[in-house]
């Protein structure tokens, strides 16, 4: 599945931004769908920011729990990421990642989130 994400781009301490992952496939086949960021400086490692399966039921670690929130709209294959409250820290590319039933999962192109302080 091609995913690609957007809605990323540079906002105060405070604010809020929207990510979109559109898919080229019934989303409603993936196990679960997943939002996951790089951070500056961090090239060997993602982490995973929230997570959303077909049952609607949602995972946040954490660093993003209360501030972040995943959604889905299954008739557009589209998830989304609404972010409030963001903070310096919470700068990095964010991806998102289509997790299927069973094979590897499949990953957007990434979309760019600078929080200033």
């Known amino acids: 599945v091609q995913l690609v994400a957007s809605g990323g781009g540079l906002v105060q301490t405070g604010g809020s931004l929207r990510l979109s992952c559109g898919a080229s496939e019934n989303i409603d086949n993936m196990e679960t769908m997943r939002w996951y960021r790089q951070a500056p400086g961090n090239q060997r490692q993602r982490e995973l920011v929230?997570?959303?399966?077909?049952?609607?039921?949602?995972y946040y670690p954490i660093s993003t729990k209360g501030r972040f929130t995943a959604s889905r709209d299954n008739a557009k294959n589209t998830i989304y990421l609404q972010m409030n409250k963001l903070k310096p820290e919470d700068t990095a590319v964010y991806f998102c990642?289509?997790?299927?039933?069973?094979?590897?999962?499949?990953w957007g192109q990434g979309t760019q989130v600078t929080v200033s302080s």
């Open positions: 990642a289509a997790f299927p039933h069973t094979g590897a999962p499949s």
């Open positions: 929230a997570a959303i399966n077909s049952g609607v039921d949602t």
